[in-house]
T-cell receptor
Framework: DTGVSQDPRHKITKRGQNVTFRCDPI?????LYWYRQTLGQGPEFLTY????????KSRLLSDRFSAERPKGSFSTLEIQRTEQGDSAMYLC?????????????FGPGTRLTVL | AQTVTQSQPEMSVQEAETVTLSCTYD???????LFWYKQPPSRQMILVIR??????QNATENRFSVNFQKAAKSFSLKISDSQLGDAAMYFC??????????FGGGTRLMVKP
């Protein structure tokens, strides 16, 4: 069990550029979640997948954000036309669907800085 | 909507002593889970302990235990025999059938040698 991995760990970009992050979940986990964490705050839910289907999206996920999980394995989160307010830590978590008993395991996060 | 509140932005404890971190939540659901996650500086979030709402017995994991008061909607974390490695941000989180976790704002725990 290698845990949840995320790439890159850090990303610095200029305002207006597009960025893409990748998350590799724990291999047998069928659920994958994206959260955003700003400095000094708790993580906030963005979206989640069950296998390849995106089942829920937060109002935080504006039209500039898109997430995919092709083939139900790794996931990508793309932010288009980045803004300074997008600067945050983007966390990925995965779980094995166990109803209300499931536990989410987090990756190390991708820290995005928009200049 | 469910909310989770951690009223202590920072706490400090002497090494080997005991500290309690507070968490309250608001929900109209009867079946849910509560979690405490630890986030060390520049490291990933890890699960410390979890509690099922329908279980009256408080969860324990080695030096970590919770005091779950369902009627009061309170879920505090007690760390016994504090160690330097316990220094981190601690987040209380709630989950019901809605799948996603709702987190509190966190408590920064400092451990003094």
């Amino acid at each position: 069990d290698t845990g949840v991995s995320q790439d890159p760990r850090h990303k610095i970009t200029k305002r207006g550029q597009n960025v893409t992050f990748r998350c590799d979940p724990i291999s047998e986990h069928n659920r994958l979640y994206w959260y955003r964490q700003t400095l000094g705050q708790g993580p906030e839910f963005l979206t989640y997948f069950q296998n390849e289907a995106q089942l829920e999206k937060s109002r935080l996920l504006s039209d500039r954000f898109s997430a995919e999980r092709p083939k139900g394995s790794f996931s990508t989160l793309e932010i288009q036309r980045t803004e300074q307010g997008d600067s945050a830590m983007y966390l990925c978590a995965s779980s094995l669907d166990g109803g209300i008993r499931e536990t989410q395991y987090f990756g190390p996060g991708t820290r995005l800085t928009v200049l | 909507a469910q909310t989770v509140t951690q009223s202590q932005p920072e706490m400090s404890v002497q090494e080997a002593e005991t500290v309690t971190l507070s968490c309250t939540y608001d929900t109209s659901e009867s079946d849910y889970y509560l979690f405490w996650y630890k986030q060390p500086p520049s490291r990933q979030m890890i699960l410390v302990i979890r509690q099922e709402a329908y279980k009256q017995q408080n969860a324990t994991e080695n030096r970590f235990s919770v005091n779950f008061q369902k009627a009061a909607k309170s879920f505090s974390l007690k760390i016994s025999d504090s160690q330097l490695g316990d220094a981190a941000m601690y987040f209380c989180a709630y989950r019901d059938a809605g799948n996603m976790l709702t987190f509190g704002g966190g408590t920064r725990l400092m451990v003094k040698p």
